[in-house]
Every structure is written in C-alpha cells, then in structure tokens.
C-alpha cells in the first residue's frame, strides 16, 4: 500500500496469555467485564492470528508460550525452536554422539566424580520436556558415568498434581538411576531475584539441606496429603543425598533461559551475590541444553547454541534511524528485549527500556492488578512525550495470574488490563498515532481442566486476536494470520519496507482509500 501520511507512535501491546475461545465457562476474559475490550471488537479492524504449534515453530500440539511468542512477534517469520531441535537431535542420533556430552563423560570420570543433570520435570514443553531429560541420561549412562538426577516439579505447564505420573514414567524408563531431589519449581526457577526461594534450592542441591525422604514417589504423596502442589513442593533431599561434591558435573536440560538463569549462577558464577552461599562448589564442568546468558557462558559450555536472527524488527527501525521504546514490567522485560530482539541482549540504536518492578508476592492472584497501572502511567508519558516511533509494551497480568489457576483473580486481572488499554487508546489517538493490541499465547481463556475437574494452570493452543486502533482507519481491514505477520504489519504501519528475511505477511488490506501511519 502506498504511505500517503505517516503519523507516530505505533504502538504494539501484547495482552500476556489473553487466548481466544469460544466457550465462556471458565473463560476469564468472557466472564469478566470489559467494557473497553467489548467495544473495540465490535468497532474496529479485527482479526485472529495462530499463537501455537507448527505456526510459531512448535511441534503439533505444543502450546505456544511467551519466549516463543515474542520471538516470533519480533522477528517477522516462524522460527524453529529449541524444542524441535533438540527432538530432532534425539530422533537422528547427533545428540548421541555430541561431543560436548562425550568430553563432559570423560573429564568428569577422570576427576572421579559424578555427573548431576538437572531440570524441570514433565512433557510441558515450555521449559523443558521430560524425554530429553531421559535421552541425556541414556546417553551419559551409556558412556559409563554415574548420574544423580535432580528434577523440579512443575504444575504451572502441566496439571498441578501431574509429578507422580511424570516421575514414574521417567524411574520405569530410568531403573536405577539415583534421584538425588525434587524441589518446586517456585524455589528452582524464579526469575524476579526473589533470592530468598532460590537459596532454598541452592542449599539443597549444594549440601542436601532441606527436607529428607527415603523415596521419591513417597516424598510427592507427602506433599499432596499437606496440599501442597507440584510448583510449591519443599525442597527435599532423597535418600543419603549430601549435596554436589567438588570434582563432580553438572548438565541443565532446561531449554528456556529466563527461569534456569538465577540458580545457575548461584550454582557456577563466582561472583554471584544474590545471597551468601555457605560453600562454592568447584565442579569439573558445567554443560546447558542453551545459552542461557552471555555471563554464564564463562562457566559452562552449550549444547544447541542460539541461532542468530537478523534484520529483526527492532533491527530494521534501528537502521532507519527511528526512536523505539520497550516498557514492560519484570516477570515480562525479558520477553519485550532480549525475545523481541531476536535473542540479542543489546539495545539496537534508538532503542530505550523502560523496566517496572513487579510486586512482591508469593502468588499474582494475591494481586491480579500487579504492576499494569504503573506500566500505563510510564507508556502514557512516553507516548505524550512524542520522542518515539515505534513503542512495544507488555501487559503481564493475565499470563501470571493464569498461571495460579484461580478463576476469579484471573477475572480482575483481565478487568485490571482492560481498564489500562482505555488509557494507552487514549493516549495513541490523542498524539495521532496507531495501536496495535494482540497476544502472544493463550492462557486465562481456559482456568479449568474438563478432564481433570483440577484449575488449568498452563498456556492453551488457542489463537488470539489482534486489533487496530487509530484515526483514519475506516477503510482497513485486518486479515487472519500468525504472530509472524505483526512484524510485517508494524513496519507498513510506520511506512518502512519489509526485508526479504521476514516471511510473514503484513495483515493490512484495504477496503478503499486509505492512510498508512508510521
């Protein structure tokens, strides 16, 4: 389409986890009331996109979650994920003979230790997927080491009673093998420097402080009879377990970054100091499924290293010598950054951030509101302010608060961002700029299990909507499509070309005359 005008900002806000579906019944986004939300589905361009599977480069039937999402969202094509990676290192042997693997057997054999491999444990596939923990240890056993597994129960990507299933599964494929703990995954994998939680699953891996259990399966069983689920199990120590010794190894088969990130640090980085560690483990080696950070890659080494993305859409206002803002606050500012941008932790030219704390609770649904008002007050500012072009702000609400599976927390936290979304309009279409108003997954659509009769806690396969909001738009409609189209989109919208890299489509086609903004 031809750029008669151009008008700024345009502005793109992700509604986290706000999925589409067409049954209200344990729909938090049907049952709340949303006034602002109602409205613009019935009054300006809209259309569904595709924010899961094999349309964000996902396996069939693998939920789409918020490191994918925003990949995608900023990289304007469909990006092969480590998921399928790593499946397909398994399924053609390279992984079997990775050298990596191989190096990390003999060394550690030569110091005389142990190899411990750590991650989260279940099918969920978000952060990790419970057969590549099996074909690791297969692969280490197979090559003479002695291992001791260490496993974080999950319950918010899968069934928040779903362990027991999971471990058997994994002890009848594994006979033998040692599990050495089990800890929840609110204390293994923070990302909010919640140091507290994290100290806990240090000083049990590194000394087997905690609770004590004979058995593995025995220890889960406890925890339930006490109501305590999957994602909040206590650290517990299994058998004689006494913590990592010096000499041994450690092998990470998560594959998402920003919740394995804080407890390796505090297990490999010498100059951690989110709290005082009582011993500083010297291991052998150290050996991630990724990358999780660049400061972490002095300490380990990397089995599936990232594959870089180029000519991104932050990369492309960068070189047009536009200015672009990220607002988001914590438990997000990872997702509109570093996921965005490709996987890069530098700020492209042009490039401001703006990060909201979020607030200091043990659970969201025990404030649904979380920090959406004060991430409004800062995108208002810098929309009125006039000094950007393109602006990114994320809304985490109805993902976190999904999450705890409590249907009527996650009600206010949708009404929480619906009332938000009224103000950023506001803001856009007074400063003569274009909104953009879509999801990078599903989620708070769907708050119980129908199979189960237990809360859903995890993302869902459903697609989400996107919206356009701004004057001079009468004439636009917006097609069907995947996340992989925003990017294209975005950047018609701001008038500038799509480089040939991104293969997805813009959305924009027009009914008649028509103003593009930039």
Known sequence: MNNKSQSRPVVLCILDGWGERKETENNAVALAKTPVWDRLKKTVPGSQLQASEQYVGLPPGQMGNSEVGHMNLGAGRVVTQDLPRIDQAIDDGSLQDHKILSDLVIKTKMAGGRIHLAGLLGPGGVHS??????????????????????????GRDTPPRSAKGYLLDLLDQLPGVPIGTLCGRFFAMDRDKRWDRVNKAYNLLADGAGEHAIDPVDAIEKSYLKDITDEFLQPVAIGNFDGIHDGDSLLMSNFRADR??????????????GFRRNRIISLTQAVGMVEYSETLQAYQET?????????VMGEIV????????????TEKYAHVTFFFNGGEEACFDGEDRILVPSPKVSTYDLQPEMSAVQVTDKLVAAIQDGKYDFILVNYANTDMVGHTGILKAAISAVEAVDA??????????????????????GNVETMLNNETGEPHTAHTCNPVRCLLVGDNLSEIR????KLADIAPTMLELMGLGIPTEMSGKSLLRSTGAYETAG
């Open 303 to 311: 089995l599936f290293p990232p594959q870089p993305l180029k000519k």
């Open 318 to 329: 960068a070189t047009a010598k536009l200015k672009q803002l990220r607002i988001a606050e």
């Open 260 to 273: 394995a990130r804080e407890i390796l640090s505090a297990l490999l980085d010498d100059k951690f100091d």
């Open 420 to 441: 938000c979304v009224e103000r950023v309009e506001a803001a856009v279409k007074k400063a003569g700029g274009v909104l953009v108003v879509t999801a990078d997954h």
């Open 478 to 481: 917006l097609e069907n499509g």
């Open 129 to 154: 997927h419970q057969k590549h923990t099996i074909a690791l240890a297969k692969i280490l056993l197979s090559q003479g080491a002695l291992i001791t597994l260490h496993l974080f129960l999950d």
